[in-house]
């Protein structure tokens, strides 16, 4: 099925371990993005790809680096995991490149991580 | 402030009823407006998205936008249970290349 994949669904770690995050989007889109969402907190940004080999920050990216490793693919990495980082987060894409945009966004299922 | 407002609920309606989501926001230089629906442990899906004033209407949803009070609204028709779910509104700028989210609304269509 067409869509964007993200893996793993779920994922336990101690405070201060690393892991990446992988996300895939076989669309053909442009932009790419990681949201966080918490309970009363809504979707928030934490990094975003509007292009192949760009990265732009977003409105929470500190403890987070991404990569954006071809038009496919874009992770998200943890450095040094800390209990605030429990959440679930969220890979989107959207066809939108250069100039107006409008289009929305195509939604993984998630990964649930939890940090303790 | 932030920068789009969502009213909170929950709400909860009997099948059939006719509900309103909505959101405010606070920078007019926003074009594009979107809402998604969110179900319980799935990721959010695109249900619509506007970038005029005025309705635009898909099936049971009809999408309003008044641009002139900063007011978006999300109108379901004959409310079905599987209508239970999270709204988010989404608004974005011209060129902005991101969008910026309410923070959900959940919605329960009892039987």
């Known amino acids: 099925n067409a869509g964007v994949t993200q893996t793993p669904k779920f994922q336990v770690l101690k405070t201060g371990q690393s892991m990446t995050l992988q996300c895939a989007q076989d669309?053909?889109?442009?932009?790419m993005y990681w949201y966080r969402q918490d309970p009363g907190m809504g979707l928030r940004l934490i990094y975003y790809?509007?292009?192949?080999?760009?990265?732009d920050k977003g409105e929470v990216p500190n403890g987070y680096n991404v990569s954006r490793l071809n038009k496919r693919e874009f992770s998200l990495r943890l450095e040094s995991a800390a209990p605030s980082q429990t959440s679930v987060y969220f890979c989107a894409s959207s066809p939108k490149g250069v100039g107006p945009g409008g289009y929305g966004y195509t939604f993984g299922s998630g990964t649930r991580l939890t940090v303790v | 402030q932030k920068e789009v407002e969502q009213d909170p609920g929950p709400l909860s309606v009997p099948e059939g009823a006719i509900v309103s989501l909505n959101c405010t926001y606070s920078?007019?230089?926003?074009?594009?407006f979107m809402w998604y629906r969110q179900y319980s442990r799935k990721g959010p899906e695109l249900l619509m998205y506007?970038?005029?004033?005025g309705n635009k209407e898909d099936g049971r949803f009809t999408a309003q936008v008044d641009k002139s009070s900063k007011y978006i609204s999300l109108f379901i028709r004959d409310s079905q249970p599987s209508d239970s779910a999270t709204y988010l509104c989404?608004?974005?700028?011209?060129?902005?290349?991101?969008?910026?989210f309410g923070d959900g609304t959940t919605l329960t269509v009892k039987p």
């Open positions: 669309m053909n889109h442009n932009s």
């Open positions: 506007t970038y005029s004033s």
């Open positions: 989404a608004i974005e700028g011209a060129n902005a290349g991101k969008s910026t």
């Open positions: 790809s509007a292009s192949e080999g760009t990265t």
């Open positions: 920078n007019s230089a926003f074009q594009y």
